[in-house]
Structures are given as structure tokens and as C-alpha cells.
């Protein structure tokens, strides 16, 4: 067991009941002050840590680090040290962070230069994201939208199990947990005109999806496998991949999604690693038929990871939408990697791969409005009394998800974005 992950383990650093950043937690990510420049931050309970100065204060000194790397606007330097520094460094912080450790906790001014809040500081984007993969790998969701605009005995196509289907998405237009952003527009074609027509989208849905950071770089040519692909993710993230269904229905033949998708993808500002994970492994769905040898895999690859959607209208209270869970998976991270560089496909430290939409067998547990409304026909009832088929001008979306296991809860924080009338 990693030692850093010690259900036993208390920090001298209160962290209220429920929170997501126990001291067996530790994700990583990037902040800013009103006096200082963006950097490299642990989160602890409702605090944050600051590495720059605790490396400058000679706490990390034995892992030699240099102090450019945590005063940095993104994690891919850090990123690129390899896991055996990072994975060092996090335990490290553990040590420092745990309640038996006199060495931060007795010394009171060095404690108020490394520490924090949270709401006091401002949260950026964590990495610098070159390419950006969206997979379709959730057979409940894939399912469901193939029963919906084909037929049910043939809802998936036949590739689907066979492969991770995927497509690049555009990476420009990822956006930190708190930004929000206005309504697409593109063409649609409504089932009454002969001719499409240009304007604000009125399909606008959420995407409830998890990401993975490449933590590791591969040369043009290479592949990585199934039984190394761990080495190669760093950490995951809560993703919210926006979808304008109307755009996409009209656009998607022959190529796939486009204009639908590539306006604005949120994701949580924390980065959990896939050490702090490990606890939380689940067994995966039996992939039949038997997949291809370089998919194959042994053990339990699959994370249980409780997700939440809720939607706010403007001043209203959250409605919680969506109850489902990563582990409905039915294609795992490390397949979906090795697929996508069986062919030679390069990877490069920073790029994201989400996973597609996360629905489960239960109504409730399904990831998207498109098939929470079952493509508008059944609206959701909002806890203001209002509805919703798809999401309105003002609503807010938060995502939010959570392992939990031996009393340790590992949160992610939130994936929130509110939509803005069209421009």
C-alpha cells in the first residue's frame, strides 16, 4: 500500500466532515493570489499549500526540486519529473501534513507562508492541454442515444465493442470550473424545413464525463500497452464536455461531432492522482466478445468514483439531475490509451483523454439531458417548480464526484460553468 494512503492517517490541518481534500487526497493544481504569480498548490481540507514556499523554505529540500518548477502557470513541468518525484513529493507533503509531524506544525510562521483558503485564493486552469481525446466508452450511454435515433436491436454499432471509440475534440476551449460562457450558435435543421438555418443553439446539454492527464511522453511510433498505461496517466479530473445536440444531429455525418462540441469543455480545477486512486479499483464490466490480445487486460481497472450533476436556474436552489458512476465504464482508461497509440500516436505530458458520457442501467444514473429528457420528451422538474428538457439561458451546471471507502472520503471538487445568453 502507498503509505500516503493510510485510511489511519489524521492532519493536524482540521478538514470538516465530508470534504474532498483529506490528508489521503493531496491533488495537485495551480493558483494565484492578489500578491503573488501563479503556482503550484496541494489542497488540504479548505486550504491550499503552497509548494513554491514550502520548497523555499527548505522543506523539500531532499527531493530537489527547482523552486521555477512550483512558481509555474501550469503542472506539466512538475508533471514531466516523472512519477517517482511527484509520487515522492506527495508523500512528503503527507509527512509534513500529518498530526504526529511537529516540523510545519510547530513552527506558526511558516505555517502562515504555506497555507491558504481556498475561497481567499483564485484556482487556474492545471495544465497546459496540447491535445484533447473525448471517448465513447460508457455502454449504458452508447446504448441508449443508439436506441434513441436508431432502433434498440441495433443501438450499438458494430464496432463498439470491439474498439474505444473516440474522436479529437479541440483543446483551446477548455475551460477552469467557474467560467462561464455563452450559448453556442451554428446551423440546425429543423424536421419542418427543407433548408438548415443559422442561430443560438436550443439542444444545449451537459456531457457528465472523467478525464485523464498524460503524465508520460511517448515517441511518434510507439505504443504503450495495457499493463503499462498507468505509468503513463498522471492524474484525473471531473470533465463536463458541453454539447449543442441540435448543432450535432445536423453536422455529424460523415465526419462526427464539430461545431456541437468544440465551443466550451469545463473541468475541476484539481487534479487527483492516480496514487490517491488505487484504494478506490473496481472490477470492470465482462467485454464480450472477447477483446483483441493488445486490449486484454488483468485485475481491476475500473474506479469507483460517486458522480452528480445538479442544475441551478438563477436564483434557485441546485436540483440534482443525475446520480451516477465511473465505474459503469465499460472500456477503461489504460484500454482507451493503448488503443489510442496502437497505432504510433504520440502523447505528450498535459493532454486530456475524457472518458464520453458516464451513464448508468438506472434513468437516474444517465449522463447527459438527452437522455434524461429522453431527447425532450419527458422534462425534468426543476425544485422550483419550472423544467427542463435541455439547459436554459442562466441555469448553472456543477458536476461533482467522490471515491469513499474505510471512512476516507477523495473528492475532486467541482466541474461548474454557467451558461450566458447567446452573443
Same mark, same amino acid.
Given at each position: 500500500m502507498i503509505k500516503a494512503n493510510n485510511p489511519a492517517l489524521k492532519s493536524w490541518i482540521e478538514v470538516?466532515?465530508? $470534504?474532498?481534500?483529506?490528508?489521503?487526497? @493531496?491533488?495537485?493544481?495551480?493558483?494565484?493570489?492578489? !500578491?503573488?504569480?501563479?503556482?503550484?498548490?496541494? %489542497?488540504?481540507?479548505? *486550504?491550499?499549500?503552497?509548494? %513554491?514556499? /514550502?520548497?523555499?523554505?527548505?522543506? @523539500?529540500?531532499? /527531493? $530537489?526540486?527547482?523552486? !521555477? =518548477?512550483?512558481?509555474?502557470? &501550469? +503542472?506539466?513541468?512538475? =508533471?514531466?519529473?516523472?512519477?517517482?518525484?511527484?509520487?515522492?513529493? #506527495?508523500?512528503?507533503? !503527507?509527512?509534513?501534513?500529518?498530526?504526529?509531524?511537529?516540523? /510545519? #506544525?510547530? $513552527?506558526?510562521?511558516? #505555517?502562515?507562508?504555506? +497555507? *491558504?483558503?481556498? !475561497?481567499?485564493?483564485?484556482? /487556474?486552469?492545471?495544465? #497546459?492541454?496540447?491535445? &484533447?481525446t473525448d471517448f465513447y466508452s460508457s455502454i449504458d450511454h452508447a446504448t441508449n442515444v443508439g436506441t434513441m435515433f436508431r432502433d434498440p436491436a441495433n443501438a450499438l454499432l458494430p464496432n463498439w465493442k470491439h474498439l474505444p471509440v473516440g474522436y479529437h475534440g479541440r483543446a483551446s476551449s477548455i475551460i477552469i470550473s467557474g467560467t462561464n460562457f455563452h450559448r453556442p450558435k451554428g446551423q440546425t435543421k429543423p424536421v419542418d424545413s427543407e433548408m438548415p438555418v443559422f442561430g443560438a443553439t436550443n439542444a444545449l446539454d451537459f456531457e457528465l464525463e472523467v478525464a485523464f492527464i498524460i503524465g508520460k511522453p511517448t515517441q511518434l511510433g510507439q505504443s504503450v500497452t495495457t499493463s503499462d498505461a498507468d505509468d503513463y496517466i498522471f492524474g484525473l479530473t471531473l470533465f463536463n464536455d458541453w454539447s449543442a445536440r441540435d448543432i450535432q444531429t445536423w453536422e455529424y455525418v460523415p465526419l462526427g461531432p464539430f461545431l456541437a462540441k468544440n465551443f466550451v469543455s469545463t473541468i475541476s480545477p484539481w487534479i487527483v492522482t492516480l496514487d490517491a486512486l488505487e484504494p478506490f479499483r473496481a472490477k470492470g464490466y465482462e467485454q464480450t466478445p472477447k477483446v483483441l490480445p493488445y486490449l486484454e487486460y488483468t485485475g481491476e481497472k475500473n474506479i469507483d468514483i460517486n458522480l452528480e450533476v445538479t442544475i441551478q436556474p438563477e436564483n434557485a436552489e441546485e436540483t440534482i439531475v443525475c446520480k451516477s458512476n465511473y465505474k459503469y465504464m465499460y472500456w477503461t482508461m489504460e484500454q482507451q490509451l493503448t488503443h489510442h497509440t496502437c497505432n504510433g500516436c504520440n502523447i505528450n505530458i498535459g493532454d486530456m483523454m475524457a472518458s464520453g458520457t458516464i451513464s448508468g442501467p438506472a434513468p437516474e444514473s444517465f449522463g447527459s439531458m438527452l437522455e434524461l429528457s429522453w431527447r425532450g420528451t419527458k422534462p425534468v422538474k426543476m425544485n422550483n417548480g419550472t423544467e427542463r428538457k435541455f439547459i436554459n439561458d442562466n441555469d448553472t451546471v456543477i458536476i461533482r464526484g467522490y471515491c469513499e471507502k474505510d471512512n476516507v472520503r477523495i473528492g475532486f471538487g467541482e466541474a461548474k460553468a454557467k451558461v450566458l445568453p447567446a452573443l
Open positions: 470538516p466532515t465530508n $470534504n474532498d481534500f483529506p490528508i489521503q487526497n @493531496l491533488p495537485f493544481g495551480i493558483f494565484k493570489t492578489q !500578491s503573488s504569480s501563479p503556482r503550484v498548490g496541494i %489542497a488540504i481540507g479548505d *486550504q491550499v499549500l503552497d509548494l %513554491a514556499v /514550502l520548497n523555499k523554505l527548505g522543506y @523539500l529540500k531532499n /527531493l $530537489n526540486i527547482d523552486n !521555477s =518548477i512550483l512558481t509555474n502557470q &501550469y +503542472l506539466n513541468d512538475l =508533471i514531466s519529473l516523472g512519477k517517482p518525484t511527484t509520487s515522492a513529493l #506527495r508523500q512528503r507533503v !503527507s509527512d509534513l501534513l500529518t498530526d504526529t509531524n511537529t516540523e /510545519l #506544525r510547530d $513552527n506558526k510562521e511558516a #505555517r502562515g507562508k504555506v +497555507l *491558504q483558503y481556498i !475561497s481567499n485564493v483564485q484556482l /487556474l486552469m492545471p495544465v #497546459r492541454v496540447g491535445d &484533447y
